[in-house]
């Protein structure tokens, strides 16, 4: 199962998006999306300043 965003904490700085090793992460309205070629690393989780992602 991929990360998950929280749109309404997701303040769209981009700090995962660059972490992703994956490039699993893409901005779409200011907001960051998660695509089906996150493996599940958690990088993400640990660099976004605001907490919007979660492992599911």
Not at 11 to 27: E, L, R
Not at 31 to 44: F, L, M, P, S
């Amino acid at each position: 199962m991929p990360a998950v965003v929280d749109k309404e904490t997701c303040t769209g700085c981009g700090a995962c998006v660059k972490i992703c090793p994956q490039d699993a992460i893409k901005m779409v309205d200011g907001k960051a999306v998660v695509n089906e070629d996150c493996i599940d690393c958690g990088q993400c989780v640990d660099e976004c300043p605001v907490e919007a992602i979660e492992m599911e």
